[in-house]
């Protein structure tokens, strides 16, 4: 989706807003619509013909209230609005579509395997890997850095998965067309065909590790998966696929799109990468700043359980509930200047990874390979330059880019020989 703020005084007649087309996301800026929405219709009921309706809460402190009141906003019904109709599914079935407290059987164990320290163990081998995937950046030409950092996510996460290296090329191909099945640049037909293949493609993948895991167990999240019990009763091998589903999709639909935009936020904005070369404490600052001005997960879906009331507005019990993580992320009440990028932000209390008994499992994981990215990013580029036409990806849930043409200049000092040979 496009980035920029509203201009001043400008507001959205809230009968053009349309928060669930996918594909206006592409050239239809939201920030100004949220931005009025938050002034004037916090709460705010989207009517669809022929379709459900669904509520749109804009405000951080909103947002907050509802990720996490599990009991009255449920998220058995699905997460993201494209389910909102027909509800999700594996409803029920994996961590993120799972009310406590049966979550918490499955998340308990699960985080275990991607705790803050397993992946600071694991972050010298991530910074090979990184350096070898910014190697084609380093003869200082044109590249296009959205699709170079797809592959970011199975650098960090793949052996904690369990997914063999030899796949992970695919992987970011198999999932964002799971997550945009209406971008031109994963549609392979119809919505329905193209999701159906990288259902297949991915199921496919995760059936036969699966098979392998139950026969030989590893040290990774799928034989953990396989071992689970949840109310005495152990995970069959529907629910161990469809948890290995939303875990590679929780992984490969965000944390790119983290990386894309801060490139892009530093291409338009470099007064902001010289504060951080300047100063290297403004790293993790940085990466804060990034999560925040991106917040690749635009929204969170919940059912209602109960009649509830949000700003004095009253919602049926059953009704759905569009939580807009982005808006709150650029709520003025919390955030001073919210539609500038500023690495020195502080506080920063951002909501990219949710809060709450579904804050991001993830969350360690992407922190540290984003804190790493930036480290090598600073170690090598001096400044980054637009090159060409930037694209946005078709969808209400996945801020991305699908195309960020970028010519890095590199640093005088860069340690080219370093990171070419992938030391
Ligand atoms: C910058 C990167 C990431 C962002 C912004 C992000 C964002 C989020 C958000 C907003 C949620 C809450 C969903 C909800 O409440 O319905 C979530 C949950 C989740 N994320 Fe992430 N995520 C990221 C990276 C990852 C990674 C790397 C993984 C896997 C290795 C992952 C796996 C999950 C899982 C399994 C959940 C569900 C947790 C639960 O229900 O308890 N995410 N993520």
Request: aromatic share 6%; with cysteine; glycine share 6%.
């Given at each position: 989706m496009l980035m920029q703020g509203p201009e001043p005084g400008a507001r959205t007649p809230?009968?053009?807003?349309?928060?669930?087309?996918?594909?206006r996301f592409r050239t239809v800026p939201p920030h100004p619509i949220w931005h009025t929405l938050r002034a004037e219709a916090p709460v705010w009921r989207q009517a669809r013909p022929g379709q459900p309706a669904f509520w749109n809460v804009t405000r951080y402190d909103d947002v907050v209230r509802i990720v996490k009141d599990t009991a009255r906003y449920s998220s058995t019904h699905g997460?993201?609005?494209?389910?909102?109709?027909?509800?999700?599914?594996a409803g029920g079935l994996t961590m993120p579509l799972m009310d406590p407290p049966d979550h918490g059987q499955v998340r308990g164990p699960a985080i275990r395997t991607m705790s803050t320290q397993v992946v600071r163990r694991r972050s010298e081998g991530v910074r090979r890997r990184i350096r070898r995937l910014l190697e084609p950046a380093l003869a200082g030409e044109t590249v296009d850095f959205a699709q170079i950092m797809l592959h970011l996510p199975m650098l960090a996460v793949g052996e904690i998965l369990g997914v063999?290296?030899?796949?992970w090329q695919d992987i970011p191909g198999w999932t964002m067309a799971g997550v945009a099945p209406q971008d031109p640049v994963y549609a392979q037909g119809s919505n329905e065909r193209t999701l159906r293949r990288a259902h297949y493609q991915l199921f496919a993948m995760f059936s036969k590790l699966i098979a392998e895991r139950r026969r030989a167990p590893k040290d990774d999240l799928i034989s953990l998966l396989t071992q689970l019990e949840v109310n005495g009763r152990k995970f069959d091998d529907q629910q161990v696929l469809l948890n290995c589903y939303s875990m590679v999709m929780g992984a490969n639909t965000t944390t790119p799109h983290v990386a894309g935009h801060l490139i892009l936020a530093l291409a338009e904005n470099p007064d902001a990468w010289r504060m951080v070369l300047a100063d290297p404490e403004l790293v993790s600052g940085c990466v804060e700043e990034a999560l925040r001005w991106a917040t690749p997960t635009n929204h969170v879906m919940r059912r209602t359980t109960t009649d509830v009331e949000i700003d004095g507005v009253r919602i049926g019990e059953g009704e759905i509930v569009a939580a807009w993580i982005g808006s709150a992320n650029r709520d003025e009440s919390v955030f001073e200047d919210p539609y500038r990028f500023r690495p020195d932000r502080k506080p920063n209390p951002h909501l990219a990874f949710s809060l709450?008994?579904?804050?991001?499992?993830g969350g360690p994981a992407a922190r540290s390979l984003l804190n790493v990215l930036v480290e090598e990013l600073a170690a090598t580029f001096s400044a980054f330059e637009i090159d060409g036409t930037v694209e946005h990806l078709a969808s209400n849930f996945i801020n991305g880019l699908t195309r960020l043409p970028i010519r890095p200049v590199l640093r005088h000092d860069a340690p080219v020989a370093l990171a070419a040979s992938g030391a």
């Open positions: 809230l009968d053009e807003i349309d928060l669930f087309d996918p594909v997460n993201v609005l494209d389910v909102a109709e027909h509800g999700d599914s063999p290296e030899e796949v709450g008994a579904h804050y991001c499992i």
